[in-house]
């Protein structure tokens, strides 16, 4: 059987099943949470690690070296907060095109180095080596919790809430921009792209998170809000309902769901890449948990749902009707 | 400026010139070794990474896929090695091409699989992703040693004897086998095209090595002896001699380099992928040192040279004439 046969969780899937056996007693969590959790003398560590390649992750004449060195430190960065934890450091892979021109490497280091900086997270090195035709980055990051602390997917309860951090679909809309396959004026446009291009970790909102005792579990959004309350609702064993009108969905959004014709709760439901955090939280602690994050960072915490006992991820429409949300998030290795 | 005019260490000093000053306290060594060195609550946490990327450091047609996911996890070993720690964790991030057979992907992580399993390391995960033509795999090791156990390039002092764990020359005599530019009978060419293709990591030598208190340097031979023992030479403001007489050359290796009318030295000085270990320790600790390694895991330990004052690594023939080693060592960027 091909790969794209398979598909690329189902791929996942069977690589966890061959691995478990082998590993030591020292590992918390391996495969299937944002980053992987072992045992460190205080506390635990968390591991995980990003590859981004030209053509599947980016296309080198959209995006600046700049925005895509902060953007592969940024997507790891977003893993460890979607565990509650606090980055340390980062190891940076590159194979790259002989023909690169090194100007264009010196900006994409200083693009990790800016985002690195500002989270103080150290860059230990890494490996350089060419590459035929495409260029590849990996990016790992360490980083550290108190064992108690840490936001597993497998934590949602019932009765829990679902929060999201921010809007919705923004960086979808904004790959339709960068594609060519879309056009806004650009009050409209900028804010889109940059939304695809330049993401945000949410490390210090998730931090009060797990040191909140509210929340029971976390995810960043990079595959879509379907596709990783999916994950979070498999993990944990448990169901959940999005409200369609609770929904964060930018007016920008809304112009270019109207442009490309498509229903705006699909693009927010189904886009990738927004890097928001989604947690699952107790309802009677979301209030002080919204108030201590908007007066620390001003972020918003949007309630867009609740877990429910069941199995899936189901869209409340306004008039009251439900359907089963699919995880329409991105497969990399699904032929289209 | 192209990266291919510029080079891979001219363009790895370059980073490092960018990153020191951005490192976190806890930061004992970052760029500039086998492995990063930071410290931990007990001893100092090691982290090492390799990406390998299909038509660079493989060929998926003459590599069988365990031997490529066996290798993959050996050359970050062999990295933990080369510093003296005991590896514990491995992430591996993965992309494919979508038409890859599964089963092939199977067989890769068996390979990685295995590896880890021999030498209790546990496969955490990692990413999974498609790859628009090549082939790429990159792992990340972590492990840990005792803070003065950790084996540094920097440590070579003079008077040191330089050492190695084996033959010289093969891994490159069996690439030539591989690329279809030499051809030798099975005998001798099947234990070169196997140094190739499926390296050892010495990990149970660099241990009593680093707890021997008698090696001072380790580096892997990844580039080649000339390369690598120039890295050691440059970190800790030392020069080499190395004794043509006594390098360790299999008598496949003789005949290969018959066969391609070239010095066998300039194989054995200058063939990369080898993965053996080179140490440099004090000449009154060696041969306590080389039967302690000779009774655990019955490898050979061969004297090759010593530190000297001075800079530059030099080859001396047994006339007792000197000619200066210049890196031969592999460079990914350099255009041919």
């Not at 045992?39 to 995980?48: I, M, N, R």
């Not at 999201?164 to 004026?185: H, Q």
């Not at 867009?304 to 199995?311: H, K, M, T």
Request: glycine share 10%; hydrophobic share 45%.
């Amino acid at each position: 059987m091909k790969l794209d046969e398979l598909g690329e969780f189902a791929f996942i899937d069977r690589i966890a099943r061959g691995a478990p056996k082998d590993l030591g007693a020292h590992v918390l969590c391996g495969i299937g949470d944002d980053a992987a959790v072992v045992e460190a003398p205080h506390g635990v560590q968390l591991v995980t690690t990003d590859m981004l390649i030209e053509g599947v992750h980016f296309l080198r004449d959209v995006t600046t070296p700049r925005q895509l060195g902060a953007k592969a430190i940024t997507v790891n960065l977003s893993d460890i907060a979607a565990m509650g934890g606090i980055p340390r450091d980062a190891l940076v892979s590159i194979a790259v095109p002989p023909d690169t021109d090194v100007a264009e490497l010196d900006a994409l280091y200083e693009g990790m180095g800016e985002v690195a900086r500002r989270h103080e997270v150290s860059l230990l090195g890494g490996d350089t080596t060419a590459s035929p035709r495409d260029l590849c980055l990996n990016v790992v990051v360490l980083g550290h919790a108190a064992p108690e602390e840490v936001l597993y997917r497998s934590g949602a309860r019932i009765g829990d809430r679902v929060l999201v951090t921010g809007t919705l679909g923004d960086a979808r809309a904004g790959l339709e921009i960068l594609l060519g396959r879309l056009d806004l004026p650009s009050t409209q446009a900028d804010p889109l792209v940059r939304a695809h291009l330049e993401p945000t970790p949410y490390l210090a909102e998730a931090r009060i998170a797990a040191i909140s005792g509210v929340a029971h579990a976390a995810i960043d959004l990079s595959d879509g809000l379907s596709s990783d309350l999916g994950h979070v609702c498999r993990a944990s064993s448990v169901a959940a309902v999005v409200n369609a009108g609770d929904l964060p969905i930018s007016a920008a959004v809304r112009a270019a769901a109207e442009r490309l014709a498509v229903d705006p709760v699909s693009l927010a439901v189904g886009g990738g890449e927004d890097y928001r955090l989604l947690l699952t939280a107790a309802p009677d602690g979301v209030e002080a948990l919204r108030g201590r994050i908007q007066e620390t960072s001003g972020c918003p915490l949007y309630d867009v749902g609740e877990i429910v006992a069941g199995q899936g991820v189901r869209l409340r429409r306004s008039d009251g009707t439900q359907e089963e949300l699919r995880a329409t998030g991105w497969d990399h290795f699904r032929a289209p």
